[in-house]
């Protein structure tokens, strides 16, 4: 037991250990899991677990509510999906039990995780922590149900895909955690994913603006608004494997001064859930961006990158992309709604593009790394669509078809297989 | 719609219907529930709905949980196995909605259905009807979750197998309701099993006691403290069938001078469940009875019929009844705990036993009918082990293999396949 590794505690921890549906997804899993967090217990660790729906079992439960209806009452599918991690907290705890561990599980509820009442997508507003505190000081392990939380008026809510991740983070802020550490079926964060790149290397430790980034871009290792909420509490998170005993995954650092012996670039994100539309001939006056996107806005409808170009003969062409499921709902309010309403020429999109990032704090400060980037797609004979930088990221949009190629090049371009060195 | 048959209502009622695990088996049976719900809405009643886990869901769940632990703690089952009313009621919310029907799904908690913490079989200790009467006088359609409910401290409680009944009952009283309708896969109470018997025959009416001692003695119809509960309240209990549209079912009434119009006996009712332990040669003394009975009960094991046989030379022969799931503990009991304690000469017992019940108000006031029973069971040549009676019922216990003739040849006996006729 001493021999497991305990990341950086050498004495007593207070630690928020988030396991996903992966990870608990059958009875057996769910003893590994039990095995693990009882040897943190067993070391002296303060532990709260927070766990996922057993995997399959959300799609399951929405899937018989879809069954019923193609448009289900957000409030009841809140109802029935938040009883798959209700599932999980009793199994983890009798898993516990069975290993002599005092353990004792609670829903979103039962610890008053407060949220919104944004059914299916739901924001914590604030948790209660004294609950869980009470325990810990007995010597109790919490299991908390992830995803799910109440809102004021005791409806149960639910935060929307990924959110046990966030659950795990604001009870770790919560409860001013020493650790927040996501288990998953990765080890880390890689520098890209290792499916497309085999030569992807795990980073050691990563900044939390570049893991926002890199969770914004497509990286699914960690749900974004989790990343959000460990930011603006300064919440120390670990992502780990759940299937390896050994390996201190990756640390999301908030120090800058950290990043001597890290590379330039950190990783290459990308997503295919992109679709992208554009509206041709736009009269060029102000306002237009507003009326093009404000119908869009309304419809619920997010919209990631924005570009419009320089206008000729006094039109412009106005171009955005959206998740690829919002693809045909997004084209019919502008064909319907905005084409003749702003006097635009044509109304075009493409749902078959993906998006590829290249990450690293302080990118813009190294010349060259753009003129890198788009030279090593050129040389691939890769179009870009669409270009879009911020200070830790460059984002290029290209043909769906590319995509595993660019991805593989830039890899290799920004060395990103060798270990880091100074710069 | 205005066909379909509101048994007795004339006026604007409030219904409290309860939907069993097969009633809503599938979200297609669901959404027939929904259907039948939507009528008695459509017709002006206020109607508040309790439903079951989907058939075969709370096995599934505490199959998990048996897979962690072969004792798992009941607190966690709890959490468990509360998830599958909590799915239920959401579908049906949702059902509804799909109908155009005003509908909102509550959990035991969320309606605060106060239990005591007795985990697995918790009591209702009381209900907050206001949040339900507040959402039936916006002409809201209430579900609730059966089966579950919330102890003082906030935990979840099960009230045991078939306690969705019990919270339908409790629930109508609470409410003061007009009826309380129990929805299942037979259409009423019958005068036995007609599985066994094909001309079983169908009450219209059951008295309150009968009932009771129906559900004691095996009948599966209803949870027995679901009766308690209707008596206890006064609770006007109608069985149905969810699978037909017509039929008025099974009325339990309070009134015994309604019973002009029927036969003695009721019905016969019977239960495979049942084990048989009998220590032998135990020296006839004060508290004997205590001394054996004493150490069962401390382990929690239900004990049915006990007989204690005139003594002879100075002992006696001490036998009870216990069910089957019990008898290999009460037997190691008596043999490690009791016997030698006690100075008895043996333990013997049988588990291959049934207990056959004849039910029926008055019939001790009516001269013959146990010998009719006895002289029916012996021309067959059953034997009778033990016997045990009340003011409306007799049983007896005989060896497994002749329960189905038992119960034949005495719902031949007393004309049960007749029509009742006025006594």
């Not at 989790?226 to 603006?232: D, I, L, P, T, Y």
Request: include cysteine; glycine fraction near 8%.
């Amino acid at each position: 037991m001493a021999a497991f590794p305990r990341p950086e505690f050498t004495q007593m921890a207070l630690i928020v250990q988030k396991y996903g549906g992966t990870s608990v997804g059958t009875t057996e899993r769910i003893r590994n899991v039990a095995g693990r967090v009882a040897r943190f217990h067993a070391a002296g660790d303060q532990v709260v677990v927070v766990v996922s729906a057993m995997s399959g079992e959300t799609n399951r439960l929405i899937g018989l509510a879809r069954e019923l209806s193609a448009d289900p009452e957000p409030r009841e599918l809140d109802v029935i999906a938040s009883t798959g991690e209700q599932v999980t907290i009793g199994l983890l705890a009798i898993a516990l039990k069975e290993l002599g561990c005092p353990a004792r599980s609670f829903t979103g509820a039962q610890v008053r995780i407060l949220t919104d009442t944004a059914f299916t997508k739901a924001r914590i507003v604030s948790i209660d922590e004294e609950t869980i505190r009470a325990e810990l000081d007995k010597g109790t392990i919490v299991v908390v149900a992830g995803f799910q939380g109440v809102d004021a008026e005791g409806n149960i809510t639910t935060l929307g895909r990924g959110g046990s991740d966030t659950s795990a983070v604001a009870l770790a802020a919560a409860l001013g955690a020493d650790e927040c550490q996501i288990y998953t079926d990765v080890d880390g964060v890689y520098t890209t994913d290792p499916r497309i790149v085999p030569e992807a290397r795990r980073l050691s430790t990563i900044t939390f603006e570049e893991m926002l980034e890199m969770a914004s871009l497509g990286s699914k290792v960690l749900q974004i608004r989790s990343v959000e909420f460990a930011g603006k509490y300064k919440v120390k998170l670990r992502v780990l494997s759940s299937f390896e005993e050994r390996g201190e995954g990756t640390l999301i650092t908030y120090e800058e001064d950290t990043r001597m012996e890290q590379a330039i670039i950190s990783g290459i994100a990308f997503s295919r859930d992109e679709a992208k539309l554009t509206v041709i001939g736009v009269p060029d006056r102000p306002g237009i961006a507003y009326q093009i996107l404000g119908p869009i806005s309304d419809a619920n409808i997010g919209v990631d990158m924005i570009i419009q170009n320089i206008g000729h003969d006094a039109t412009t062409d106005f171009s955005f992309t959206v998740n690829r499921n919002d693809y045909a709902a997004a084209m019919a309010i502008l064909r319907e709604q905005v084409k003749e309403h702003i006097g635009a020429r044509e109304v075009t999109g493409d749902n078959r593009i993906a998006k590829v990032s290249i990450v690293g704090v302080g990118m813009l400060s190294h010349v060259g790394i753009a003129s890198r980037m788009f030279r090593t797609l050129a040389e691939e004979g890769i179009n870009i669509q669409m270009i879009s930088t911020s200070e830790i990221k460059i984002s290029v949009v290209i043909d769906e078809k590319y995509l595993e190629l660019a991805v593989r090049v830039l890899h290799r371009a920004f060395e990103l297989d060798q270990p880091p060195q100074a710069v």
